[in-house]
T-cell receptor, first 119, second 110 residues
């Protein structure tokens, strides 16, 4: 499986500011996603990061609030804009790969996540 | 997004006991995945299922892809303290579009 690195791993931010989270993968991947996990909750898909084109957002998430870049097949960024305390969450980068080089694809792997606290 | 209902929400069991949890959806999924998440970490993939009726094992873990393709089950046999964590199911709806269950919190009492 791919190794996925996220930065920052955690941050404390002031209300009204914006923060950009970086995701670096050690191999080229076609599919890359951003998820949000609010405290004590499950994972919610924010958007699919498309290489060379605008991200595809899920219902309830908009580009102005969560702009995403995907300049190449190994890197993506998620910005959380104009943050409020409700944005305090873990933000997770994920990619589709396969276990052990099997022919099966469609397995989702995650980075360690970026834990944001907004004051 | 899609809603996957997972049950039970939490479990408290004695070490050595077996554990069963399940995940249901109103939609048909192409793939079912099961994850474990430890505090402060990202989810780790445990088992992947690709065909209706498929039964797959990974050590003490066994998972099944329901025949209706709307549900999946995870069993853990002979639980140990390190099994503690939150278990999530996830379904692939349209091909590389994954939605997650509500999670099952497992506590193992030594």
């Amino acid at each position: 499986s791919a190794v996925i690195s996220q930065k920052p791993s955690r941050d404390i931010c002031q209300r009204g500011t914006s923060l950009t989270i970086q995701c670096q993968v050690d191999s080229q991947v076609t599919m890359m996603f951003w998820y949000r996990q609010q405290p004590g909750q499950s994972l919610t898909l924010i958007a699919t990061a498309n290489q060379g084109s605008e991200a595809t957002y899920e219902s309830g998430f908009v580009i102005d609030k969560f702009p995403i870049s995907r300049p190449n097949l190994t890197f993506s960024t998620l910005t959380v804009s104009n943050m409020s305390p409700e944005d305090s969450s873990i933000y997770l980068c994920s990619v589709v790969g396969s276990l052990g080089g099997s022919a099966n694809t469609g397995e989702l792997f995650f980075g360690e996540g970026s834990r944001l606290t907004v004051l | 997004g899609q809603q996957l209902n997972q049950s039970p929400q939490s479990m408290f069991i004695q070490e050595g006991e077996d554990v069963s949890m399940n995940c249901t959806s109103s939609s048909i999924f192409n793939t079912w995945l099961w994850y474990k998440q430890d505090p402060g970490e990202g989810p780790v993939l445990l088992i992947a299922l690709y065909k209706a009726g498929e039964l797959t094992s990974n050590g003490r873990l066994t998972a099944q892809f329901g025949t209706t393709r709307k549900d999946s089950f995870l069993n853990i046999s002979a639980s140990i303290p390190s099994d503690v964590g939150i278990y999530f199911c996830a379904g692939d709806l349209t091909g590389n579009q994954f939605y997650f269950g509500t999670g099952t919190s497992l506590t193992v009492i030594p």
